[in-house]
């Protein structure tokens, strides 16, 4: 099956910076768009920043111009930058990945990261 692990969270204050790493391994024939998601207590679950297998971004309008998603294909790996971090910012990061398993199957699954625990003191 497939795994992503994320890495990177932790406790920095407000203006500061992290870099988010997602890690994907397993059964991957072929990975499509990725994906940074987040969850603040009692929120519904924000998508953030996408990615496809392209390079083509798009970033949420409360992020924009503060957060850059990236990824490397080669580690399939994705990446989410965060400057300016602000407060609001707290949250629960996770990855996604949409996955093709293997050559001899077409359907694509959605697979997630545990997250990882991002907080912004002011």
């Known amino acids: 099956q497939v795994q992503l692990v994320e890495s990177g969270g932790g406790l920095v204050q407000a203006g500061g910076s992290l870099r988010l790493s997602c890690a994907a391994s397993g059964r991957l024939f072929r990975i499509n768009a990725m994906a940074w998601y987040r969850q603040a207590p009692r929120k519904q679950r924000e998508l953030v920043a996408t990615?496809?297998?392209?390079?083509?971004?798009k970033h949420a309008d409360s992020v924009k111009g503060r957060f850059t998603i990236s990824r490397d294909n080669a580690k399939d790996t994705v990446y989410l930058l965060m400057n300016s971090l602000k407060p609001e910012d707290t949250a629960v990061y996770y990855c996604?990945?949409?996955?093709?398993?293997?050559?001899?199957?077409?359907?694509?699954?959605?697979?997630w990261g545990q997250g990882t625990q991002v907080t912004v003191s002011s």
């Open positions: 990615i496809t297998s392209g390079g083509s971004t």
């Open positions: 996604n990945a949409d996955v093709i398993p293997s050559a001899f199957e077409a359907r694509q699954y959605a697979y």
